[in-house]
């Protein structure tokens, strides 16, 4: 888990590289707050935007630089929250939060020649327990009030005097907040199987998806298991979740022969082994799991090429 950033106290002068090198921390913020990169980037870079518009007295006037970026970059998410639900409601679809994939597969940057280049360390999102698919998407149940308390407390561990500061609320109310989404997370979660294991189904399900071997995927979900789909509206996927491993599976089939020529790829998808489907070399489909029992329960696919921004970065076009 990520701690408090303490960079900048005692400095009665604001040094350069030390509020630069603050991007990370916000950058991780951003991210688990909104549940998307792109947003997450412009929360931070508004928030550079802010602390550039001031003149140097008033920078040099603030005691801890790193405390600065980190109240305003959540406030930023916080206005963005209360935007969003609205936006959502309107979304074509579910919604499910920006998959990110491994920090040793990310790459967004090019060099002028058109080369790809490994981003910098500093604009990696840190992949912990807390960016898994079902995490995130518990999040997004919570009101922004309570997601921005309980990520500043739980995840990053602020002490709720500064949450106060940060939501606008009493110690007492952040409290409370941050025990009610904790409370959301408790009554959701399933426990966490590892890694290693997780990897074994999901090689499984791929290979009886390429087979198209019904029985086989069958046997691998849960008998009660759900696979949501998020396009956008900009690509053509069901609306509305599959419920049941039947339907799943027949489901799988049919886009099995109605997409012919799709390549899966085991990939690490938010920290935890998922699966990514390829056309023509490029990334169409990103699919995290969630694992109960033994067996596959929550399929979230993400196809809206809008949130695969991170996956196609290598693509040469």
Known sequence: MSTPSTSGHDRSEPDLSTVVSERRQLLNLAYRLLGSLAEAEDAVQETYTRWYAMSRQQQEAIVSPGAWL???ASRVCLDVLGSARVRRERYVGTWIPEPLPDRMEWADGRAGDGRTEPAD???RITLDESVNMAFLVVLESMT???RVAFILHDVFRYPFAEVAEIVGRTPAACRQLASSGRRR???????AAPAAGQAGLVRHFKEAWESKDIEALVGLLDPDATMTADGGGLVGTVLRPVEGDKSIAQYLIHI???APGLTLLERTVNGRPGLVAEHAGVPVTVAAFDVTGGRISRIWAVRNPEKLRAWTANDPT
């Not at 997370?185 to 426990?191: F, N, V």
């Open 121 to 123: 360390p500093a604009d």
């Open 70 to 72: 980190t109240t305003v």
């Open 144 to 146: 922004p009030a309570e």
């Open 256 to 258: 099995a022969d109605k």
């Open 185 to 191: 997370i408790r009554d959701a979660r399933t426990p």
